[in-house]
């Protein structure tokens, strides 16, 4: 976890573990238990594939393993992190695939309307 201007605003971090813990617990909520661990498929996932967070000046970018930027949980953690991060005030959320320098909105990770 790592925020811009962290030394000045300790907060930011502390914002940051609240996320994941809310990230984690919402998924646990959704997904079903993971059949050889304590935790939930989700949970799992996000633990495997989301390799860091980062607040920039009140964005959140969630730094993300290629395989998860390709997968079907992709929409899902979406929503779920869009939830848990909304809960801070904040509504801007982005996903970087880690290595790459382009961000991906939560907007275009999500589709804008449910099935026909």
Do not use: C, Y
Not at 11 to 39: F, H, K, M, N, Y
Not at 42 to 56: R, S
């Amino acid at each position: 976890m790592s925020a811009h201007n962290a030394a000045d605003e300790p907060w930011r971090l502390e914002r940051l573990a609240r996320t994941d813990g809310r990230v984690r617990e919402l998924l646990r909520i959704l997904t079903r238990e993971a059949p050889d661990d304590e935790s939930s498929l989700g949970e799992g996932v996000w633990a495997k594939h989301v390799t860091a967070l980062h607040d920039d000046r009140g964005t959140l970018v969630v730094r993300m393993s290629a395989k998860l930027a390709a997968s079907s949980w992709l929409p899902v953690l979406g929503a779920v992190v869009g939830r848990a991060w909304n809960g801070e005030d904040e509504g801007s959320v982005a996903f970087q695939v880690e290595g790459s320098v382009t961000l991906m909105a939560l907007s275009d990770i999500l589709a804008p309307e449910g099935p026909a």
